[in-house]
C-alpha cells in the first residue's frame, strides 16, 4: 500500500475513533502515530517525532495567548461584567416585544468581546438572563434557543483563541484576522435580532413583556459597562495599532479583568486559584488537541495527501465557488459532530492549500483571512444545529424542564440567519476584508 492510500485511509479510521468516543486530541494522536510508522516502515521516526513535536508545539510563544484569553473571562466572569452588559442591555431594549431576548444577544456579544469562548459565553449569559427570561415568561425553547445562539458569537467577536490558532496554522497576521471579524460579529448579532423579532410576531405567545426602565437608570446601568469597553479597547485597539503584540495584548486583558474583578469584589484568594486551576485545565486540553492535530497533520505531510488533493481539484477544473461551497457545506454538517477548535485543527491543513491555489480575484493573504472568517462562522453554525448542537445541550442544561426539541424548533430562525450571513460574505468577500486594506 502506497504512502498517499495510507493517507487517503487515515480519514475514515480518525472518524471511526471520534464515533466511538475516543477524543479527538487522542484520535489524532494515535492515527498519526500509527500512520507514520506504517509510512517510513518503523516506529524510530514516530518516536523521533513524539519528542520534536512535543516540544515545538508546546513551546510556542504565540500559544501562550491561549491561557491568557481563557483567564481573561473567567476574570471578567468574577467583575460581574456578564451582569453589567445584560442590564445596561435590558434597560434599552427590555420593554419592546421580545427585549429581553435581544438583550441577551447583546450582553453575549459584549461579553464575546473579553471572552473568546462560544461555551463559556452560551454558559455565563445563561445563568445570567435565563432567569429574566423565565420571570418575564418567555417560552422555554425560545429563550434556551436565544442563549445558544448568542453563545457562538464568543468566538466571533474579537478576541477569539480559534482565531489566534487559525492565524498560527495558516501563518496569518493575528491583527488582521480580528479585525476582519469585527463587521461579520456585528452582523451575527444584528441578524439574531431580527430573528428575534421574526420569531415574537409568528409566536407572539412564545414573549412576555417588562414595564420600561426609566432613562436615568437606563444611562446609570450603561455606565457600569465601561470596564467591557476599556478591556476590548485596550486588547483589540492595542494590538491592531501596534502597541503591543496578540500574546502581550492578551495578558494586558486578563490582567486588566483581573483588576475589575478585584476592585468589585468578585477577585478573592479562592477565586483566584479556582480560576487558574479551571483556565489550566482548558489549556491541558487545548494544548493536547493541537499536540494530535500535529501530529496528525505531520503524518498527511509524509503522505503528501494535501498536495495531491489541491492538484486534483485543479486538474478537473472546478469552478473556485463551487469548491468553496463544498468545502462550508462540509464544515456545516461536521459542525454539528465537533467542537470549533478540533474542526479547525483537524481540516485546515488539507483544504487551506486548496483554497490557496484557487483563483478568487484576490491576494493569498486576503483569501487566507476571508477563508477563516467564513469556516468560523460556518463551524460554528453547528453549534446551535441539531440534532448534535453542543451549545443547545449547555443552555438545555441549565433549564431541565425545557424539551430539547422545544429547543431544536426555536433556533431554527437562528441558524437561517446565520446561512444568510454566510451567503452574503462568500457574495461580497469586501464586507470581511475592507477594514483591512490591501
Not at 407572539?204 to 479597547?233: E, I, N, Q, S
Request: charged residues 10%; neutral net charge; glycine residues 10%.
Amino acid at each position: 500500500m502506497s504512502a498517499l492510500e495510507i493517507g487517503i485511509l487515515s480519514v475514515p479510521s480518525l472518524m471511526v475513533l471520534i464515533f466511538i468516543r475516543i477524543p479527538i486530541g487522542m484520535s489524532m494522536f494515535l492515527v498519526g502515530l500509527v500512520g507514520i510508522s506504517l509510512v517510513t516502515g518503523g516506529t524510530n521516526i514516530a518516536l523521533a517525532r513524539l519528542k520534536s513535536e512535543t516540544y515545538s508545539a508546546f513551546s510556542s510563544y504565540s500559544l501562550s495567548i491561549v491561557p491568557m484569553f481563557l483567564l481573561m473571562g473567567h476574570f471578567a466572569t468574577l467583575g460581574g461584567m456578564s451582569s453589567a452588559l445584560f442590564k445596561a442591555a435590558e434597560g434599552f431594549l427590555g420593554h419592546r416585544k421580545g427585549g429581553v431576548a435581544m438583550a441577551s444577544i447583546g450582553a453575549c456579544a459584549g461579553f464575546g468581546s473579553i471572552c473568546g469562548s462560544s461555551l463559556a459565553t452560551a454558559a455565563t449569559m445563561g445563568r445570567v438572563a435565563l432567569p429574566e427570561l423565565k420571570q418575564y415568561g418567555y417560552a422555554g425553547g425560545f429563550s434556551t434557543a436565544t442563549l445558544a445562539a448568542g453563545g457562538t458569537l464568543g468566538i466571533l467577536i474579537p478576541p477569539s483563541v480559534v482565531l489566534v490558532i487559525y492565524a498560527i496554522l495558516t501563518e496569518q497576521n493575528i491583527a488582521k484576522l480580528f479585525l476582519a471579524a469585527v463587521v461579520p460579529g456585528i452582523m451575527a448579532a444584528l441578524g439574531y435580532v431580527v430573528a428575534i423579532s421574526i420569531y415574537v410576531r409568528i409566536h407572539p405567545d412564545a414573549a412576555g413583556t417588562r414595564p420600561a426602565v426609566p432613562m436615568a437608570d437606563r444611562f446609570r446601568a450603561l455606565v457600569k459597562v465601561w470596564p467591557v469597553l476599556l478591556v476590548f479597547g485596550m486588547v483589540v485597539g492595542g494590538i491592531y495599532l501596534g502597541w503591543f503584540t496578540p500574546t502581550e495584548g492578551a495578558a494586558v486583558g486578563a490582567f486588566g479583568t483581573g483588576l475589575i474583578a478585584l476592585i468589585n469584589g468578585g477577585l478573592t484568594r479562592e477565586t483566584l486559584i479556582e480560576s487558574f486551576i479551571v483556565t489550566a485545565q482548558s489549556t491541558a486540553m487545548v494544548f493536547f488537541i493541537i499536540l494530535g492535530a500535529a501530529f496528525y497533520n505531520g503524518f498527511l505531510a509524509f503522505t503528501e495527501v494535501p498536495q495531491e488533493l489541491s492538484g486534483y481539484v485543479v486538474s478537473q477544473g472546478f469552478s473556485p465557488w463551487t469548491v468553496l461551497t463544498l468545502i462550508l457545506i462540509f464544515y456545516l454538517v461536521f459542525g454539528c459532530l465537533m467542537d470549533s477548535l478540533s474542526m479547525i485543527l483537524l481540516t485546515i491543513p488539507i483544504f487551506f492549500p486548496v483554497m490557496l491555489v484557487l483563483d478568487f480575484g484576490m491576494s493569498e493573504e486576503h483569501v487566507a483571512i476571508w477563508f477563516g472568517i467564513l469556516v468560523l462562522i460556518v463551524v460554528e453554525v453547528g453549534l446551535i444545529t441539531p440534532p448534535v448542537g453542543m451549545n443547545l445541550f449547555v443552555i438545555n442544561a441549565m433549564d431541565r424542564r425545557t424539551p430539547i426539541v422545544e429547543t431544536y424548533k426555536a433556533v431554527g430562525y437562528f441558524v437561517l440567519s446565520d446561512l444568510a450571513r454566510v451567503v452574503l460574505l462568500v457574495l461580497f468577500p469586501t464586507i470581511t476584508l475592507f477594514l483591512i486594506g490591501k
